[in-house]
């Protein structure tokens, strides 16, 4: 079982691809992080479970439906009448996606403890705002402690929301006090500028890796993805072309793939993440590449079933 933990939102995007404008319409569409994640791995057919809490409101229900029509489990996601979070988007000319939250005292940051996670829990994934915004990011600093202890897989993607970190320099230091107890790091090369507080990002990388993850995954928007594993491979696949509409849930795609790709190939603990050759490493990010191109192909985070990946089945 994969356990996915975060937030499950309603951005609202520009009517169409394009830019948008200040007098355009704006239309709702399912997202937030976690919930991207699950999607992407339940339609590629893993056995994925949604840990969060939604909104008893018509968001709340749709965002519920939806995890169940991509054979998702729902067990873990709690329910609550505070108001589902929004995201307003801002589309550029390249589709690239900047936003505005909001988020105050919504259903998603009041997550409580689940306790110990379903028996068969392989895999636990966290990042974004979920892991910011107090209560849930303690709660879920707690669920990520646990799940290492015993032994488990845990993948951190940050997906930095700047806007919401309010004191950057004690965001920056929590997260290296995961990384310890994280076995994949994936994060894209604008959070690792962010996070490392500069353009070269390379020190910052190796020091990271070096706390603990087996494997850390770069991904390099149209220049592709980029694996640094424990044996000191680097190993890249470029992107596949693609007319973008935008790159909402892109990178929340290639999270979502390598967890589907993880599960289907029996790595199950830190150990045997570390024993990935260049190989299968370099299957799995091209997986992952394709994936994510017929995401930013389509408005909105709309990752693909199995049936659209032929190579998959």
């Not at 998702?72 to 589902?84: A, W």
């Not at 950057?168 to 290296?176: C, I, K, N, S």
């Amino acid at each position: 079982m994969i356990v996915v933990g975060g937030e499950a939102l309603v951005d609202l995007l520009p009517d169409g691809a394009g830019v948008s404008t200040v007098d355009g319409p704006l239309l709702p569409r399912l997202g937030g992080a976690g919930f991207n994640v699950a999607i992407a791995a339940g339609r590629l057919g893993a056995e994925v479970s949604f840990l969060s809490r939604l909104s008893t409101d018509s968001f709340g229900a749709a965002l519920l439906a939806a995890l169940r029509e991509s054979t998702v489990d729902t067990s873990l996601t709690q329910r609550g009448d505070e108001p589902t979070s929004l995201a307003v988007a801002g589309v550029g000319g390249d589709g690239s996606a900047d936003y505005t939250f909001y988020v105050e005292g919504t259903a998603d940051r009041l997550v409580a403890d689940p306790g110990p996670l379903p028996a068969g829990t392989t895999i636990l994934s966290l990042g974004a705002f979920s892991l910011v915004l107090e209560p849930g990011a303690t709660t879920y600093e707690r669920v990520l402690r646990a799940h290492a202890r015993a032994g488990g897989i845990v993948v951190l993607d940050p997906n930095v929301r700047s806007s919401l970190v309010s004191d950057p320099d004690a965001y920056r230091a929590r997260f290296e006090s995961w990384l310890p107890d994280i076995a994949l790091l994936k994060l894209s090369v604008d959070d690792a500028r962010w996070l490392a507080g500069c353009d070269d990002i390379e020190p910052a990388v190796r020091r990271w890796q070096a706390a603990g993850p087996a494997a850390v995954v770069l991904t390099r928007g149209a220049d592709g993805l980029e694996c640094r594993t424990a044996r000191g491979d680097t190993i890249t696949v470029p992107a596949v072309p693609v007319e973008v509409a935008d790159t909402v849930g892109a990178g929340d795609t290639v999270h979502g793939t390598l967890l589907a790709w993880l599960q289907r190939n029996g790595v199950t603990s830190p150990a045997a993440l570390r024993e990935l050759s260049a190989g299968e490493w370099r299957t799995a990010l091209e997986f992952a590449a394709e994936a994510a191109a017929i995401t930013a192909s389509r408005t909105g985070a709309q990752p693909p079933t199995a049936a659209e990946l032929p190579a998959w089945l």
